[in-house]
């Protein structure tokens, strides 16, 4: 009757190795890098880790079935390495020989991901599922374009220094142009080649220098 | 006397920073540096002095001379000096025509990148993800984040330049802005731009010093600067390096535009130009140098960066498939790890052996970019890897919009002012509307370059409209003045204006060495032309995420040729239509005579 007992005890843990097998169609391999992850704040990944991961992903299914049945038996794990890199399966409940299948496994833990690495102060990048694929965050796309609105402001205090001083100067050259007219009303009396009447009634002429000795140049006829 | 109603500088401090803002471009920040890398490191140097010495400075001060003295634009320059050679003028016109439409596209992409330098995390920093949300865009995870964002938010490049696309509205509309900006510097004249030039001059070196500092200290920066500093002086016996010296020296002093001459004829014609045009040049020349040390220290910390990331990579993949723990392989013992892994292991070794990359550094900074790319790639991938990298890159990219800009005042002056100088146009337009017209017209133009295949077609304006012309325009003018205007005649117009004749040394170079190293230089493109096949572009191909070799079609060699003929046609082009407009005159002239007597 012991021996009996023994047997079925001893050959549980064998059930359980041989359904957890490296390269499984329903097991998935993990791989933790606590170190890069943590650096010095790095703890040592023990049995008692270990137990948190199992429970960690009897939440998981439980949360994605919804069956309250789940528990931390239901999570085998084998060929752990130094890595620290394992694989696991999780055996249905209900039927502790049959595991559940891949793409349940999946589901269940994409949508706790979060809590999952959490519970390990890693992200998706340091606790890697081998094939399920982490889902990256969307870059935040605000509504305008910041850099049109930059652009706005630049091309706004372009045009208005263009308009500055396309309108300055015009106003200048209009500016000019008035005093340029005032100048010439300012000049009293009549103007005769910009000499004014009056100094010439005065004098008997003016003597203009550039004919004075051009007498002696003239060939004599 | 036509002296006094030409406006001048209000100082002679803003003539030289005008030249200065113009000479240090983007070639000082984006060519220089690729060329040491080429040529050698520190040994490019050599090289590169003395051809500053020979060729560039006495070209420079020739160019400032004919401006201040003859106090026109190019065209009424050349017509002054030889009337058979006012083509040299038109021609050099028409080239800076070419330049301004093409030059100004480089302010639309830094004012593009600036404006996206405001955001929370730096839009090329990451890739974007794919529509559900798993996996990142497949071009950007081949190609890199900065990649993806240069050619296809940026460029939405197409993969050929037959391809043409639509207009990119994002591009068209900073290159609308950056006109405006030119407009905004030039509206009031060249000699007003004089205000402008203190910033765009002294702008840059303030961010190139505050570079240096941030750079010197950058984790890697030695790497960069070690690779610069040593010298591989056997790489001095390949005459290329001598040839790109000489060419480099002659495109970064803007020889041959026009721009030189229109600065200086708004000098007063006793100005010391001669003290002037060597301040300029040495300025200009250690500008590069100082570049090049900036960008050699982010080329180090980008390398190191690349490089560390490689060893991390490799470092993860052993651990991940041996399963290790996780720090038993560090940088030193990777090697170790790798010879041993394949003894013990080697079917499992063999399965990732494709995945191994070597991680190497020297092959990390012998990856020598230039141009667009370097600027706009390299420099903004470094950014992002840097701390605080949204104020690191708005300060870049404000820098590289001051020497854009600086440089296209003095493609616009050389274009503006024998425009001016013309007394029809001047007598039936105010100056606002003819630069006002002037900048439409060039930016219309400039809009085919923002189109999907636009940065195909910029690539071709780049490498042909600006470089064997000018080569062609600076031998006729240096050839004009000492042979036909008269070396003896030019001298004595440089004693009126300076107090002093010209040096021995620079007779010497302005009429034998410099028209010998341009011939030379002549010849060498030619052959290298001829000799080179069709000519070849870099098609981004966004399947492999990579660039590839593409040759052109007929109608973009077509456009080459135009290019090129439509410049330096206009020397003999004139030279023939005065000959005939004076023989025409001499024949009316003697029917006049002879119907006199």
Known sequence: ?221 | MVEDSRPSWENPMQFVLACVSYAVGLGNVWRFPYLCQMHGGGGFLIPYLIMLVVEGLPLFYLELAIGQHMRQGSIGAWSAINPYMGGVGIASVVVSIFLTIYYNVINAWAFWYLFHSFQGTLPWAECPLSSNLTTYVPECEKSSSTDYFWYRETLNISSSIEDHGGIQMGQALCLVLSWMVVYLCVLRGTEATGKVVYFTATFPYLVMIIYLIRGVTLHGALNGLKYMFTPKLSDLADPKAWIDAATQILFSLGLGCGSLIAFASYNHHNNNFEKQAIVVSLINSATSIFASLVTFSIYGFKATFNYESCLDRTQLLLINTFDLTEDSIKPDNLDDWISHLNASFPDKFATISSQIEGCDLESELDTAVEGTGLAFIVYSEAIKNMGLSQLWSVLYFSMLLMLGIGSMLGNVAAIITPLRDSAFLTRHFRKETLIGMMCLFCCLVGLSFTTRSGNYWFTIFNDYAATFSLLFIVLIEIITICYVYGLKKFEKDIELMIGHRPHWYWKITWSVVSPVLIIGLFIFYTADYIMGGTPTYQAWDSNLGKTVTKEYPPYAQAVIGLLLVTSMICVPLVALITFIKKKKEQAKESKIITTAT
Request: hydrophobic share 40%; aromatic share 8%; proline share 5%.
């Open chain 1, 1 to 221: 009757m012991l021996a009996r007992v023994l047997l079925a005890l001893s050959l549980v843990p064998a059930l359980a190795l041989a359904l957890c097998q490296p390269d499984g169609q329903d097991a998935y391999k993990v791989r933790l890098s606590i170190k890069t992850a943590l650096g010095a704040n790095a703890y040592e990944w023990n049995e008692s880790e270990q137990f948190l991961f199992r429970a960690t992903l009897a939440f998981a299914m439980r949360k994605y079935t919804g069956q309250e049945t789940f528990n931390v038996s239901s999570v085998i794990v084998c060929d752990e390495t130094p890595r620290v890199s394992f694989w696991f399966v999780v055996t249905n409940p209900n039927d502790t020989a049959t595991l559940i299948p891949k793409n349940a496994v999946e589901e269940a833990i994409r949508l706790s991901r979060n809590r999952i690495n959490s519970a390990f102060l890693l992200s998706d990048k340091t606790l890697q599922f081998l094939g399920i694929p982490p889902t990256l965050a969307p870059p935040s796309q605000p509504s305008l374009p910041v850099w049109l609105i930059v652009f706005g402001v630049v091309m706004g205090i372009v045009t208005t220094g263009i308009l500055a001083l396309i309108i300055s100067g015009f106003i200048q050259r209009k500016k000019k142009d008035i005093e340029d007219e005032d100048e010439e009303e300012k000049q009293e009396g009549i103007m005769e080649n910009g000499i004014s009447c009056e100094t010439l009634e005065g004098k008997e002429g003016v003597n203009n220098g550039a004919y004075s000795h051009d007498e002696d140049r003239l060939t004599q006829l």
